[in-house]
């Protein structure tokens, strides 16, 4: 499983549940990044920092593993299409892939953005930028270029809760959903 989507779209709170609601480790891009970081006492996060730029075949080389070893996995990352499709393409031939793509309005995202760069100590590791106005976080968060493979995907707004709800993103996961896939 495959959680995708812009920044504050809910997708690392989603991918936790969703591995939780399987039985499953979810493998975070954060995670992997915070805990390099903490090892180099003298990292400064800047967008596409030699951190960053490490992490990424990292984050590939633990998902690829785990799934050699028959493990389902739940990763999490933002996903934009253009950057890792090429690395997500070849884990087809090791696991049924399906893409849950995280979705919010721009405003709520910018909000979740600015509480957790102020309240959660691991955002030091990450330049968490937020444009000065509105408009332009707006426009930088609607410019965010999902994923295009040619699996099942499913959108789902984390605005409010999960729509639709988490045991049916679950079942969606797992290929025992009847319902179709929103793209």
């Known amino acids: 499983?495959?959680?995708?989507?812009?920044?504050?779209?809910?997708?690392?709170?989603?991918?936790?549940?969703?591995?939780?609601s399987i039985g499953?480790?979810?493998?975070c891009r954060d995670d992997i990044k915070e805990g390099m970081a903490v090892?180099?006492?003298?990292?400064?996060?800047a967008p596409g920092d030699e951190l960053t730029k490490r992490t990424f075949p990292v984050f590939f080389e633990v998902i690829g593993l785990l799934l050699r070893a028959?493990?389902?996995?739940?990763?999490?990352?933002?996903?934009?299409?253009?950057?890792?499709?090429?690395?997500?393409?070849?884990?087809?031939?090791?696991?049924?892939?399906r893409v849950v793509h995280?979705?919010?309005?721009?405003?709520?995202?910018?909000e979740r953005?600015?509480?957790?760069?102020?309240?959660d100590a691991s955002r030091r590791h990450?330049?968490?930028?937020?444009?000065?106005?509105?408009?332009?976080?707006?426009?930088r968060y609607e410019a965010f270029e999902p994923l295009r493979l040619d699996v099942p995907m499913i959108d789902v707004d984390t605005t409010d809760g999960y729509r639709p709800d988490l045991a049916a993103?679950?079942?969606f996961a797992l290929g025992t959903s009847g319902a179709s896939p929103c793209r």
């Open 70 to 97: 028959g493990v389902t996995t739940v990763a999490e990352a933002a996903f934009v299409d253009r950057v890792w499709r090429p690395r997500l393409e070849p884990l087809r031939d090791l696991a049924s892939l």
């Open 102 to 110: 995280c979705v919010a309005s721009a405003s709520i995202a910018a």
């Open 113 to 119: 953005v600015r509480e957790r760069s102020g309240s």
């Open 1 to 20: 499983m495959v959680v995708s989507g812009p920044p504050g779209s809910g997708k690392t709170t989603l991918a936790r549940a969703l591995a939780r």
């Open 169 to 171: 993103v679950t079942d």
């Open 126 to 139: 990450h330049p968490d930028v937020m444009p000065d106005n509105d408009g332009a976080w707006a426009a």
């Open 24 to 27: 499953c480790p979810a493998i």
């Open 39 to 45: 090892a180099s006492s003298s990292f400064v996060p």
